[in-house]
């Protein structure tokens, strides 16, 4: 029967068949079942065959593959998907010298890459392989001992079943004795076409023996002379080259005539008709007798300003800031490199650098524009060169930051003097969108030791001073001293920590009671970040912040005391720990306040922990209402809108002005802690405060008095009418 038993009488088992025989159609159809289920089995186990076979077959190839590659003249080495060496044949021993245990572990580049190409040829190979494309070519490397080769290069990248490149495979032939042949006709074409005649370039020749030169009249026409007027003696050709330029061709021309190079080729100006310089390549041949001596020369002389021009233009590009055309980085690095090369010949002569950077730009350019911020780099550039000498060198190295080299000083005292000159300079008003805005600028300084010979050092130590000078309050200059480096270095590895610190989650919020007056009932909690530093315990803010903020970690810091601040109210929401009507303060940075993202953030955080936004307080300084004074209204208004209450943090150290703070309309005032600390000792601080009180009653605020920590302070806050207070007289920071 076999599979007949499947088939009606036209080989088919139709819906009838099935209904009229119900009882043995159920057998069948479970009978089926079983052999399709076979089938998929069978399938299956002929796949898995089929891949075994697959794998067997290419892992065969491969061993064949690498017992034909170690007898191939041809180098051959593979490397990984990173481009890591795995394995090269002998011949790429001998091509370059490293044997195969030298080679494993490193990278081609590494070993090979050569300064013929520049990276801009490496990067297309990579872009090209690493798409899953084979690249060929020419390719000039280095060997071992040096030298260099060029070879024919393939490289094959090898794919898996998804496409993705696992590795790659290069073949090299060594094609160096080839591309030398080519080289040498071109040279020699070449110099048959200049003894010819050729195109639209001037010919000339000139005849060693009688010493006259003949000049062709379109020679004479490129430098606007009549066929005729321009005589052509050598010395009144050569006396036409630019000073610059004329020994150059004179050593040149020499050379060749002597015998010492195949032919002679050399740029320079001379001088046109009109007065002007015209860039000229000139190309010749000598004609020896058989002594060997040169008996004539002839050539010819192209045109190339135009090309001359872009090229100096391209140079000058690469070199100069294209804003405000001062000298860029590498430039500025060259000069000084130079300048410590001349003063290590003299022992009375150092060298200083400045780093100079505008304080508070970045308010600058948004509030005036980015055009305006462009012009105030240029005006600052065009003073700064002013107030230097000609020797001395301004860079711009980027962003608002400026670098100055003092050539050849002798002491400090001349440097002052230079400084002097660039901070008046600096401070003088700029016209900026119809308005007179005056900048500040941080400057570090360092004066060169004896033994300075990289300019790098000079600029990382004249950066840590000008970062000093920032920390101290702007607008100053600082010398630069050792011990600042090591400082330096102490902040970058509290940095990595904190950093790291951040991610295994090391920081802690402690919790200071604010309490309400006079009753001293606990009406809420400031949240207070802390780090637990492994090895040093709990940081501080003071201690870890200003790292933060330099780091560019802050968003992160405050988003994390944020989020953790929610959860712990609605902790102790649950389990009864905050009062009825309580809150939880935590402080916003200006910057902060002034991001856009910190409205939906503060709302997510309310809604993901379903806290009311009463028990939620922001606390922000004066100096942020300062940075954006409408964006800042908009942010303040925009987070009362949430029910979040917002408090004016360290109030009276600021503006602190009536109109100023009805403006903003926060909720709470919070009196800087050295008003209340002065209570008890001056008639000043008990006068502020009471103000300060009274002017809340005045605008409905709720007035919170920080740094409270004697009985007496307590007693004059009450008396004065101050609505709450926190300190450690009434409960230190701990946690939760």
């Given at each position: 029967?076999g599979?007949?038993?499947f088939?009606?009488?036209n080989?088919?088992?139709?819906a ?5 025989k119900?009882?043995?159609?159920d057998r069948?159809?479970?009978?089926d ?6 089938q998929?089995k069978l399938?299956?186990a002929?796949?898995?065959e089929r891949?075994l076979r ?6 065969d190839a491969?061993a064949?593959l ?8 041809d180098?051959i080495?593979?490397t990984?998907?990173?481009?890591i060496m ?7 021993e001998?091509?370059t010298g490293?044997?195969r245990?030298?080679?494993?572990g490193?990278t081609?580049a590494?070993?090979l890459r050569?300064?013929?190409h520049p990276p801009?040829f490496?990067?297309?190979?990579w872009?090209t392989?690493?798409s899953g494309?084979i690249?060929?070519?020419?390719m000039t ?5 040096g030298?260099?080769f060029?070879?024919d290069?393939?490289?094959?990248p090898v794919?898996?079943d998804a496409g993705d490149?696992?590795?790659?495979m290069?073949l090299?032939r060594?094609v160096?004795?080839e591309?030398?042949?080519r080289?040498?006709?071109r040279?020699a074409?070449?110099?048959y076409a200049?003894?010819?005649?050729g195109?639209n370039d ?5 005849d ?5 030169v ?7 026409l490129?430098?606007g002379?009549?066929p005729?007027?321009f005589r052509?003696?050598?010395s ?10 004329r020994?150059?061709l ?8 002597d ?7 050399c ?6 008709r009109?007065?002007?310089w015209?860039?000229?390549l ?7 007798g058989?002594?060997?001596?040169a008996a004539?020369?002839?050539g010819?002389?192209?045109?190339i300003t135009?090309?001359?021009?872009a090229e100096?233009r391209l140079?000058?590009e690469?070199l ?5 055309g ?8 060259d ?10 010949r003299?022992?009375?002569r150092?060298v ?5 950077d505008?304080?508070k730009?970045k308010k ?11 012009r105030?780099?240029?005006?600052i ?7 230097l ?5 301004v860079?711009?190295i980027?962003?608002?930051?400026f670098?100055v ?5 002798r002491d400090?005292?001349e440097?002052d003097?230079?400084i002097g ?5 600096i401070?003088l008003p700029v016209?900026l969108?119809?308005?007179?805005v005056?900048?500040s600028?941080?400057i ?21 001073a000008m970062y ?9 200059t600082?010398?630069f001293?050792?011990?600042m ?5 102490g902040?970058v590895e ?15 919020l402690?919790?200071?009671p604010i309490?309400?007056?006079?009753d ?6 400031e949240?207070l ?12 803010p003071?201690?870890?912040l200003h790292?933060?903020e330099?780091?560019r970690?802050m968003d ?6 944020l989020d953790a601040?929610?959860n ?7 389990d009864g ?5 309580a809150h939880?303060?935590v402080?916003i940075?200006p910057?902060?306040?002034?991001q856009s993202t910190l409205?939906t953030?503060?709302e997510d955080?309310?809604d ?7 028990s ?8 942020s209402?300062l940075?954006?004074e409408?964006a ?14 917002v408090?004016?943090?360290?109030f009276?150290?600021?503006y602190?002005s009536?109109?100023?703070i009805h403006r903003f309309?926060v ?12 209570l008890t ?7 502020i405060v ?5 002017m809340a ?7 919170v008095?920080e740094g409270?920590?004697t009985?007496e302070?307590?007693e004059?806050?009450?008396?004065l009418g101050?609505?709450g207070?926190?300190g450690?007289l009434?409960g230190?920071p701990?946690?939760?």
């Open positions: 029967m599979h007949e038993m088939k009606g009488g080989g088919a088992l139709d009838h068949d099935v209904a009229g119900t009882g043995r159609g069948r159809l479970g009978h079942s079983t052999i399709a289920e076979l998929r399938a299956a002929e796949a898995r891949r697959e794998r067997l077959r290419v892992k491969l064949r690498g017992l034909a590659a170690e007898h191939v003249g180098s080495e593979f990984d998907a990173q481009g795995q394995w090269v044949n002998p011949a790429y001998s091509l490293y044997t245990d030298e080679v494993l490193k081609p590494e070993l050569s300064d013929a801009e490496y990067e297309e190979i872009n392989t690493s494309r690249w060929k070519g020419l490397s280095r060997r071992k001992d030298s260099e060029t070879a290069c393939t490289l094959s794919l898996d490149v696992t590795s790659y290069c090299r060594d160096t004795a591309v030398h042949e080289l040498e006709l040279s074409l070449s110099r200049l003894a010819a005649a195109a001037g010919m000339w020749g000139w060693l023996e009688q010493d006259e003949l000049l062709s009249a379109r020679w004479r490129m430098l002379y009549p005729r007027e052509g003696a050598p009144e050709w050569l006396q036409q080259v630019h000073p610059d330029e020994s150059g004179e050593e040149r021309l020499k050379a060749h005539l015998g010492a190079t195949d032919h002679l080729e740029e320079y100006r001379i001088r046109h009109d007065g002007g015209r860039w000229m000139c190309r010749g041949l000598a004609e020896r058989p002594d060997g001596k004539r020369i002839a010819s002389q192209a045109d135009r090309q001359k021009t100096l140079r000058h690469a100069h800031d294209a804003l405000t001062l000298p860029n980085r590498v430039l500025f690095e000069r000084l490199e130079q300048s410590l090369l001349r003063a290590a003299h022992d009375d150092r200083a650098v400045l780093f100079v505008l304080d730009f600058i350019n948004d509030s005036y524009g980015h055009a305006a911020g462009d105030l780099l240029q005006e550039g065009r003073r700064l060169q002013r107030a000498r000609s020797a001395d060198t860079a711009r980027g962003g608002d930051e670098t080299l003092i050539d050849a000083v400090q005292d440097v003097i230079i000159r660039i901070q008046e300079a401070a016209l969108a119809g308005a007179n005056v900048v600028a941080s570090g300084m360092v004066l060169s030791r004896p033994d300075d010979r990289h300019p790098n050092d000079l600029l990382r130590d004249a950066d840590t000093q000078a920032k920390a101290a309050g702007r607008d100053r600082v010398t001293v050792p011990e480096r090591a400082e330096v270095l902040l509290l940095e990595q920590e904190l950093r790291a610190g951040m991610a295994a989650g090391q920081l802690r402690h919790y200071q309490v309400s007056l006079p001293r009932t606990v009406v809420g909690f949240a970040v802390r780090w637990e530093r492994p090895g040093f315990g709990l940081l501080l003071g201690e870890f790292v933060a330099e780091a970690l992160d810091l405050e988003r994390w005391v601040a929610c712990q109210i609605a902790s102790w929401r649950l720990g905050l009062p009825a009507g939880v303060a402080n940075s910057k902060r306040l002034l409205l953030q503060v955080a309310l993901r922990t379903g806290i009311p936004p009463h939620l307080r922001l606390e922000i300084t004066e100096n209402l940075e954006d409408l800042a209204s908009a942010a303040v208004h925009a987070l009362r809108g949430l029910g979040v209450r408090c004016l943090d360290d009276g150290t600021g602190s009536l109109a100023y309309s909720d709470v005032l919070k009196i800087d802690r050295a008003f209340t600390a002065g000792k001056d008639a000043g601080s008990e006068a009471k103000a300060i009180v009274g009653r005045g605008l409905g605020l709720e007035v008095a409270v920590e009985e302070q307590l004059r806050l009450i008396a101050c609505d207070a926190q450690y009434l230190r701990g946690g939760a």
